[in-house]
Nanobody, 122 residues
C-alpha cells in the first residue's frame, strides 16, 4: 500500500480554477497508475480522471472533459488535477487513488488518500 496525501482544495467562485495535488510515499511512483475520484453529498463516488504510470494514457469523465487536466511528475512522486472553469456541480470531496494496474483503479483494494474538499460557490 502507498500512502497518498491530497492538497489544494478550497472554496472557489464559479468559473475559477484550482489545482489539486496528490503526494505519494513511494520511490516507485512511476509503477502506479493514479486516479482522481469525487463524491458529492448524497451521491456515489465517481471517477474524474486517471493516468497511467508513465503518463502516456489518460481517461476523463465526460462531465470534466475540456475543463480538467490530470498530470504527474514522477520525479516528485506527485500527481495533479488542474481544474478550470469550475461549476457548482463540481463541488465534492476529491480523492486520489493509486494502483499498480490502470484497469483496477477505483477498487477498494488500491491505495486512497483522505480526500480534499472542493466547493464551488459564489
Amino acid at each position: 500500500q502507498v500512502q497518498l496525501v491530497e492538497s489544494g482544495g478550497g472554496l472557489v467562485q464559479p468559473g475559477g480554477s484550482l489545482r489539486l495535488s496528490c503526494a505519494a510515499s513511494t520511490t516507485t511512483f512511476s509503477t502506479y497508475a493514479v486516479g482522481w475520484y469525487r463524491q458529492a453529498p448524497g451521491k456515489q463516488r465517481g471517477m474524474v480522471a486517471k493516468i497511467s504510470g508513465g503518463g502516456g494514457s489518460t481517461v476523463y469523465a465526460d462531465a470534466v472533459k475540456g475543463r480538467f487536466t490530470i498530470s504527474r511528475d514522477n520525479t516528485k512522486n506527485t500527481a495533479y488535477l488542474q481544474m478550470n472553469s469550475l461549476k457548482p456541480d463540481d463541488t465534492a470531496v476529491y480523492y486520489c487513488n493509486a494502483d499498480r494496474s490502470f484497469w483496477r483503479l477505483g477498487a477498494q483494494t488500491g491505495s486512497w488518500g483522505q480526500g480534499t474538499q472542493v466547493t464551488v460557490s459564489s
